[in-house]
T-cell receptor
Framework: GAGVSQSPSNKVTEKGKDVELRCDPISGHTALYWYRQSLGQGLEFLIYFQGNSAPDKSGLPSDRFSAERTGGSVSTLTIQRTQQEDSAVYLC???????????FGQGTRLTVV | AQSVAQPEDQVNVAEGNPLTVKCTYSVSGNPYLFWYVQYPNRGLQFLLKYITGDNLVKGSYGFEAEFNKSQTSFHLKKPSALVSDSALYFCAVRVSGGYQKVTFGIGTKLQVIP
């Protein structure tokens, strides 16, 4: 596609429910990132996929968070048993190569009520 | 570990005046450095990057940044600020070589006053 696509754009869920957030990176981009942006906060790194290498999961805040990238393309971020503190904008980005800039999607705004 | 510091939460500048948004970094090795801008209710947009070569990098919308290795800084600058430049600016770094994540700063809100 022309850009990084994320769905849904908005998600309201009840505390304790599981949610899945989807990211379609730019075709041909080998690197894919997930970040979280809370109101008034910066970008918190969550997870990084690079080609077929093992993902860097060092930013996942708890074992309720997981992500996968199927076929080196689409990625899904799953949050189990959501909590109110999970409310944030979840941003996905992809880049073509190591030295190139990342292109961001519009984000998924998650609200846990 | 790599990190980025943006020491100012907010920068206010009068329209037409030069602006500077500060960024310092820490990496074990040579850095790749980036600036991004986020307009209200919009996604992040790439502005410019330093990979190698000339320390002064020019980017979109008249912005530029200077890589200073001795001071480990990569400050964003523009000679004449526009009201439309008001936005949130993020500095980012990753180490060159290998496959490493990109680390972002907490962002600096730029307010250009008419």
């Amino acid at each position: 596609g022309a850009g990084v696509s994320q769905s849904p754009s908005n998600k309201v869920t009840e505390k304790g429910k599981d949610v899945e957030l989807r990211c379609d990176p730019i075709s041909g981009h080998t690197a894919l990132y997930w970040y979280r942006q809370s109101l008034g906060q910066g970008l918190e790194f969550l997870i990084y996929f690079q080609g077929n290498s093992a993902p860097d999961k060092s930013g996942l805040p708890s074992d309720r968070f997981s992500a996968e990238r199927t076929g080196g393309s689409v990625s899904t971020l799953t949050i189990q048993r959501t909590q109110q503190e999970d409310s944030a904008v979840y941003l996905c980005a992809s880049s073509k190569d190591r030295g190139t800039e990342a292109f961001f999607g519009q984000g998924t705004r998650l609200t846990v009520v | 570990a790599q990190s980025v510091a943006q020491p100012e939460d907010q920068v206010n500048v009068a329209e037409g005046n030069p602006l500077t948004v500060k960024c310092t970094y820490s990496v074990s090795g040579n850095p790749y450095l980036f600036w991004y801008v986020q307009y209200p209710n919009r996604g992040l947009q790439f502005l410019l990057k330093y990979i190698t070569g000339d320390n002064l990098v020019k980017g979109s919308y008249g912005f530029e940044a200077e890589f200073n290795k001795s001071q480990t800084s990569f400050h964003l600058k523009k000679p004449s600020a526009l009201v439309s430049d008001s936005a949130l600016y993020f500095c980012a770094v990753r180490v060159s070589g290998g496959y490493q994540k990109v680390t972002f700063g907490i962002g600096t809100k730029l307010q250009v006053i008419p």
